[in-house]
């Protein structure tokens, strides 16, 4: 054997372990979204967009009219499509249910899914600010070139503290691939 042909060998080896490589990259990252959402799912890390079900409507609602939160609204886009906020700020005050509506644009010639996952600023606002209904609860399936409005239906619990005036609810709408069939409409 000369060391042209073992070099030819050596370089096959070298690619056919290349490929295998690549390929259990593919796969990792294919698998890598459903795989992730299970184990939040299991250990209860999810909380941004899972709905609280210990949270309603307030039955006697307890509107402290004494004092006065700007809640401001952004929105983020990650994939075809404009979002936004239809309303950048509201003044709301503590206990009052409250409904701001965002906007989503659809850009494409093909529908899309999609999960919005909110943030919040200051972070020790986000224990009060509390969602009754959101389109965050769900992943969005827009069609092409739809547009649609989404509410966030939300009340401040009034143990929010005092020195918290504004609070920012951000919003980053982002693609969910592979999911077209299974999302909620």
């Known amino acids: 054997m000369s060391d042209q042909q073992a070099s030819r060998g050596l370089n096959r ?13 593919f796969g990792f990252a294919y698998a890598l979204n459903p795989f992730y959402r299970q184990i939040c799912e299991a250990l209860g890390l999810n ?6 079900g ?10 402290d009219t004494t ?3 700007v809640v401001e609204f952004d929105g983020n886009a990650q994939g075809p499509w404009r979002f936004r906020p239809v309303t950048h700020s509201m003044t709301v005050h503590p206990g009052e249910l409250v409904t701001a509506m965002y906007e989503v644009v659809n850009t494409l010639n093909r529908p899309v899914s ?4 909110p943030s919040y600023a ?3 606002a986000m224990p009060h600010f509390k969602k009754v209904e959101c389109f965050c609860f769900k992943q969005q399936t827009l069609q092409a070139n739809e547009a649609r409005q989404m509410p966030v239906v939300f009340f401040i619990d009034p143990a929010l503290p005092k020195d918290v005036k504004t609070i920012t609810l951000s919003y980053t709408f982002f ?3 592979g999911l077209e069939k299974t999302a909620a409409r």
């Open 114 to 117: 999609a999960q919005a996952i």
């Open 122 to 124: 200051p972070q020790n």
């Open 54 to 63: 210990t949270v309603s409507a307030p039955v006697n609602t307890q509107v």
């Open 67 to 69: 004092r006065q939160v």
């Open 13 to 25: 080896t070298l690619l056919g372990k290349l490929i295998v490589v690549a390929v259990v990259m």
């Open 47 to 52: 909380v941004l967009t899972q709905k609280d």
């Open 175 to 177: 693609e969910v691939g």
